[in-house]
């Protein structure tokens, strides 16, 4: 192997750590919303719901909880990691932001109703 292909391999981030930087930022927008009211604001601005019931916030804490205790859905981000993999970066851009917002989302639309 030569000197560049192994330097090429040291500063090349690696899968895993790319999979854990998803996975903190994923957790980071989840305690935001762990929030009532960041989980308000969020669902008057986006869905026009002016009103959680107190049930449906526990619920959806909970649910926000369990998602951040799981592991990362590879299948979802697989285009992030894929970008963050060729561009030999460790960083999430705004263009990125998306992938975290839909995850979540997927939840947020449970408690619509």
Not at 20 to 27: A, Q
Not at 42 to 61: A, D, T, W
Not at 66 to 82: E, G, R
């Amino acid at each position: 192997m030569s000197n560049i292909d192994a330097e090429l391999q040291l500063t090349r981030p690696s899968t895993e750590r790319i999979i854990e930087l998803v996975r903190i930022n994923r957790n980071n927008h989840i305690q935001q919303f762990l929030e009532d009211n960041a989980l308000h604001h969020f669902f008057s601005e986006r869905y026009h719901v002016e009103h959680l019931s107190p049930i449906k916030l526990e619920f959806l804490k909970r649910d926000l909880k369990v998602l951040s205790t799981s592991n990362v859905d590879l299948v979802h981000y697989a285009s992030l990691i894929k970008d963050m993999k060729d561009s030999n970066t460790l960083a999430i851009t705004t263009e990125h932001e998306h992938f975290f917002l839909e995850e979540l989302e997927a939840i947020f639309k449970k408690y619509i109703f």
